[in-house]
């Protein structure tokens, strides 16, 4: 089975702050993603990454960067926290470039901003 | 452009009756089609899929949904709820390009004992 760890289940953050969230695949997935999760507007994406050093903006990218530097390895950053990016954040990876591929995706990180 | 619709944003069932999660669709290409499937305190995982091999899908814990293109409809159906189908459930479609995965706003749906 394919597993997609982030490595916070939750974080505090304070206004100002940089902040990092990781998120490591086990199973070479090319393919690796960045959503944002809000009651009422499903996912959005944020970045994502087809390959090691490679990344294309998403829907809602500003305020955040991302990093990939090993293949397993998709790093979020939030250059300076703000109130406004209090929210659930996902990682995700699939398997090929396709667009039948599914996502397999980590338990989320819910981020507060205060 | 893609776009996903869920019509109702929370649908409460009783044990053991149908469950019916309705998703609309709008495509410019042939869709590819998913529903998936969040547990609480959980990330997402893949129900079923569409594409385009047949028009009723199957998928994991008795669920499956027909794709209706006259209809742009991918309704996710159930015969008999359990209570541990108590979730939120996300319709996505993607067109040709894999950054473009669009998801619904999901439909939380309740089972009552």
């Known amino acids: 089975d394919v597993k997609v760890t982030q490595s916070s289940r939750y974080l505090v953050k304070r206004t100002g702050e940089k902040v990092f969230l990781e998120c490591v695949q086990d199973?070479?997935?090319?393919?690796m993603f960045w959503y944002r999760q809000d009651p009422g507007l499903g996912l959005r994406l944020i970045y994502f990454?087809?390959?090691?050093?490679?990344?294309e903006k998403g829907d809602i990218p500003e305020g955040y960067s991302v990093s990939r530097e090993k293949k397993e390895r998709f790093s979020l950053i939030l250059e300076s926290a703000s109130t406004n990016q209090t929210s659930m954040y996902l990682c995700?990876?699939?398997?090929?470039?396709?667009?039948?591929?599914?996502?397999?995706f980590g338990n989320g990180t819910r981020l507060t901003v205060t | 452009a893609q776009s996903v619709t869920q019509l109702g944003s929370h649908v409460s069932v009783s044990e053991g009756a149908l469950v019916l999660l309705r998703c609309n669709y709008s495509s410019s290409v042939p869709p590819y089609l998913f529903w998936y499937v969040q547990y609480p305190n959980q990330g997402l995982q893949l129900l079923l899929k569409?594409?385009?091999?047949?028009?009723l899908v199957k998928g994991i814990n008795g669920f499956e949904a027909e794709f209706k293109k006259s209809e742009t409809s991918f309704h996710l159906t159930k015969p008999s709820a359990h209570m541990s189908d108590a979730a939120e459930y996300f319709c996505?479609?993607?067109?040709?390009?894999?950054?473009?995965?669009?998801f619904g706003p999901g439909t939380s749906l309740s089972v009552i004992p």
């Open positions: 569409y594409t385009s091999a047949a028009t």
């Open positions: 199973m070479d997935h090319e393919n």
């Open positions: 995700a990876s699939s398997a090929e470039t396709g667009s039948n591929s599914p996502l397999h």
């Open positions: 990454s087809y390959d090691v050093k490679m990344k």
């Open positions: 996505a479609v993607t067109g040709t390009s894999y950054d473009k995965v669009i």
